[in-house]
């Protein structure tokens, strides 16, 4: 066989070029590194050879060729083992001429145990760690050289570049995998979940990406939802566009995450509650786009409202309790006292109600109260306000009033409404309604003090003859 030196340029390069297209034609660094010895020791005409791969600060080596056979080697080389050890720590070429005691060579075959030289050469990778060795034993004529080496040192290089690739591409191949398993089990969750989430631009002018729950949830496909733009601001109640737009807009202006509660119509126009939030998505130090989970809250806003109802409202007529009642007297006094206007607080007693209950029973009772509530409701503006206090006892507050005998004509139309007809009592019983009124501040300036007075004016109205309205000036 023709050594280095001895065979032609042609025929040199054409070695290299095998090893080159077959060393980078795999990603399997075993393969890249049984073609480097296949072909340095034809370069070299050596009589056998191995490589090593660093592993763990050792050359591991599995394998060798003797001859033309590959035969298996477990063996692993450290610092403290002689000429691995120079290797693993200088990372330079040796050419061993006398090798008789060189480690190896007794361990991996008898036919090698008559070995008289070994040339070692590093495979260096770019940040000049030693990726692994390739070791050539005995040239078949005469012995290794510095010419030698050098071309081993050339197929070592080719070997590197290889090698380097083979993990680059192997480490982006498991970075792809780990990031379409990651894209999977975030697409199963998203898709899982009872929530619509989303992706826009960073100033909410596009949906750049909805999940499927948009159908579920709102009614209209993913496709249909991204073609129209405008469909999200189009969507909100117009009660709440303003206010959420205005909070998007703050958002964006001081850098914070989005959050906000708001009524969106769906694709059939029913109307749905849901909470909003999104928050910036960044890459180092640059904002890339808006992520976003939309909720349905509507059953919970049902609750809310039923608990708020419960709190504040009288079960059985719909109309203000006694707490919400003074609430709103409160409130009606501050703004009544702010813009230097008059208020009337008007105390009323069904006369009538205790025979309706004790003759025709409690659902009779039950239902007169129900729909008295509904006349005084009726006969009273929506600025005011109608409350059950308890029992047959209601109160209405009438804000901003200008003169007595605009109370009288309000207090005139509840006197007649509940003096109506019930169909569900006959005619047998009588209902009509006693009326006390006090005037704030003419009567009096404090919220308890206005509703005695008016309770006072009542039980004035009843010793009078009832079915009438007395108010506490004159009392």
Known sequence: MQTGQQMSQNKLASLLAQASNHMHGTLDIPTILREAVY???????????????????????????????????????????????????????????????????????????????????????????????LILFDKQKGVFTQHDSKLLEQLASMASVAIENSIQLSESRRVEEDLEKSVATYRTLV????????????????????????????????????????????????DDRERVLSEVQKSLNDNIPFHSEYRIYSEDGKETWVKDAASKVRDHDHDLYLQGVVYD?????LSEKKLLQMAHFDQLTGLANRSLFHDR?????????????????????LDGFKAVNDT????????????????????????????????????????????QESIRLVAGKLIEAISAPYEHIGSEEVVTISIGTAIYPDDCTDRDALVTAADNAMYTAKNSGKNRCCFYQTI
């Open 360 to 403: 025709l029973g409690h659902k009779a009772g039950d239902d007169l109260l129900a729909e008295a509530a509904h006349r005084l409701r009726q006969n009273v503006r929506e600025v005011d306000t109608v409350a059950r206090m308890g029992g047959d006892e209601f109160t209405i507050i009438l804000n901003e009033i200008t003169t």
């Open 39 to 133: 072909i340095s020791s034809q370069l070299v005409d050596a009589s056998a050879g191995a490589a090593g791969l660093m592993i763990n600060e050792q050359l591991a080596f599995s394998e060798h060729l003797d001859g033309q056979t590959w035969k298996p080697t477990q063996l692993r080389l450290g610092r403290d083992d002689g000429w691995a050890g120079e290797i693993i720590e200088h990372k330079q070429p040796l050419i061993i001429a006398e090798a008789d005691d060189a480690l190896f060579i007794p361990l991996v075959s008898q036919k090698l145990s008559g070995t008289e030289q070994l040339i070692i050469t590093p495979i260096i990778g770019k940040q000049h760690e030693l990726l692994a060795c």
């Open 191 to 238: 898709e899982q979940i009872p929530a619509i989430t989303y992706i826009a631009s960073l100033d909410r002018s596009r949906i750049l990406f909805v999940s499927p729950q948009v159908k579920d949830i709102l009614g209209f496909s993913q496709d249909d939802f991204l073609a129209n733009q405008e469909r999200w601001s189009q969507q909100i109640h117009p």
């Open 297 to 301: 809250i509507t059953e919970r806003k």
């Open 329 to 349: 007297l409160d409130q009606a006094v501050a703004q009544a006292k702010r813009h230097t206007h008059k208020l009337a607080v008007m105390y009323l007693d």
